[in-house]
């Protein structure tokens, strides 16, 4: 660190290189040790692996086109709330789904995404934001976690997990649920219910 600061012409500042300890009424020293070094190492060691799995988990179909949607941002999106966690945790446990990406890419139906079997595919020019792009994810993993499609009812089921991530909260309110009943009612007139 001396010899770095020395290179660029910097202050070399030895408070900012210390390790702080506290002692307590016994006099042990208590705080920030080994041991508690050792475990955040760990953890952020295995908290990077997980989140490369994730990211490994999905491709990109488009065409040579670079886009600002890609992986890592979704990743940072889905680590806002516990339902997008909760979808990471999914994806990366489950190798047998087949994530895509598409970008500049023909969708005739106008779909954010669609799941079929263990395939699903967002179409990210259409959702156009990373939030939405992830929003669209949940949505998806949803349909493939519970097996549930093609109904209102399901419908409703995906996009209240889709608005839990939202408004990054683990429940939704009763108006918020009308709310999603009307708008899957009005937008999939040719869904039976159940």
């Not at 709330?81 to 023909?106: F, Q």
């Not at 409703?156 to 997990?161: G, W």
Request: hydrophobic share 30%.
């Amino acid at each position: 660190m001396k010899a770095f600061c020395k290179e660029t012409g910097r202050r070399y500042e030895s408070a900012r290189v210390q390790i702080h300890a506290v002692k307590n009424k016994a006099g042990d020293i208590v705080g920030f040790n080994r041991s508690v070094a050792q475990k955040a190492v760990w953890s952020n060691r295995k908290t990077k692996v997980n989140e490369s799995k994730f990211t490994e988990r999905l491709t990109d179909f488009n065409l040579g086109q670079k886009d600002l949607i890609n992986h890592w941002s979704i990743q940072r999106n889905l680590n806002k709330s516990y339902i997008g966690k909760e979808t990471m945790k999914y994806i990366v446990d489950h190798p047998e789904i087949n994530i895509e990406l598409a970008y500049h890419v023909d969708n005739p139906d106008k779909l954010y995404g669609k799941q079929w079997k263990d395939n699903i595919c967002i179409y990210a020019s259409d959702t156009k934001t990373i939030e939405k792009t992830a929003e669209t994810l949940i949505h998806e993993i949803t349909h493939h976690r519970y097996d549930i499609g093609g109904s209102q009812w399901s419908e409703c089921v995906c996009r209240a997990q889709e608005l839990k991530h939202k408004y990054r909260r683990n429940t939704l309110t009763a108006d918020e649920l009308r709310s999603i009943i009307k708008e899957i009612k009005e937008l999939y007139t040719e869904l039976p219910w159940r």
